[in-house]
């Protein structure tokens, strides 16, 4: 059984158990690489992907999903999971980092979305202009447009240090699916205002 870390936040429990049923899933090399492929392929025959999530913990979709709806439903988690795979999940063949020492990351907050990431980002090299025409050409997009294009916005972000809380895209990408209006206000909301507010108020 997954438990919740402690300290999170209650609308990101389910996404936080499942990112860490896949840092288990990233625990063998096998795993890993079932994982990283899977965005290579663009997760067009994501099959693969079931037989190490499944045991490893599974997918957080409603039980009372349509069976047709089902893969639908179950896509954000498996976006969110190949790319932590890709871009932070520690190589377990490494003998100087083995999964049983992987620290849990620290419960992440709901506001520390794409927009945050990116406003991080202009604190690591990024240019303002960049950043701000990063997020205005995913808040432009729908759905199968944004899965197409945000596997290069996250290479952008990760290649220049700045973090991703893998738990909150899960997130965000199935409340995109329904409300992507909503989500479009919270990143740029979490873009254009300082970190340091948020955390006051919590």
Known sequence: MTTTPAGTNGALAPFERFMATVRRACGTPEGRVILRQALTDNLENPWQLYTVLLPAGGIPIRDDTPEHLRQQAEHPFLLAAVLYAVHDAPNPRRTDNRPLTI???????????????????????????????????????????LIRELPATISMLRSGGAPVRWAV????????????????????RSYTTPATSKENTK
């Open 103 to 145: 620290p849990t990351p620290k419960p992440a907050q709901t506001w520390e979305n794409i927009g945050w990431s990116l406003a991080r980002a202009t604190h690591t090299g990024m240019r303002r202009e960049t950043a701000t025409g990063a997020l205005s050409h995913l808040c432009a997009l729908e759905y199968d447009d």
């Open 169 to 188: 895209l899960a997130r965000d990408l199935t409340r995109y699916q329904r409300w992507p209006a909503d989500v479009r206000i919270d990143w740029a």
